[in-house]
Nanobody, 119 residues
Framework: QVQLVESGGGLVQPGGSLRLSCAAS????????MGWFRQAPGKQRELVAA?????????ADFVKGRFTISRHNAKNTVDLQLEMNSLKPEDTAVYYC???????????WGKGILVTVSS
């Protein structure tokens, strides 16, 4: 079992920045891929950025050049971060942390955290 807890969301003005964090605990040794997804009202959940165990990253086109994903491993926890710059109103959504384990290929989700970009 893997537990994921997001933090760092909130209200920010257009053009501003926020950093999201996701603390992973539990069977962190089994985590392979991690990523951030988001879901805006009335829309489907979509991938924002992902990072695989080897360190390669993948970004959705709509955040390339603005968002940076990073993963920091410690003895008993993993911290996944999303640095968000040049935020736009259309970035408003609930952001979810995701982890996929290996070799069981289980998917784990955090509860989500709200990011609101508005003046």
């Amino acid at each position: 079992q893997v537990q994921l807890v997001e933090s760092g969301g909130g209200l920010v003005q257009p053009g501003g920045s926020l950093r999201l964090s996701c603390a992973a605990s539990g069977s962190i040794f089994s985590i392979n891929d991690m990523g951030w997804f988001r879901q805006a009202p009335g829309k489907q959940r979509e991938l924002v950025a992902a990072i695989i165990s080897g360190g390669s990253t993948n970004y959705a086109d709509f955040v390339k050049g603005r968002f940076t994903i990073s993963r920091h491993n410690a003895k008993n926890t993993v911290d996944l971060q999303l640095e968000m710059n040049s935020l736009k109103p259309e970035d408003t959504a609930v952001y979810y942390c995701h982890a996929k384990t290996y070799p069981s290929y289980m998917n784990y989700w955090g509860k989500g955290i709200l990011v609101t970009v508005s003046s």
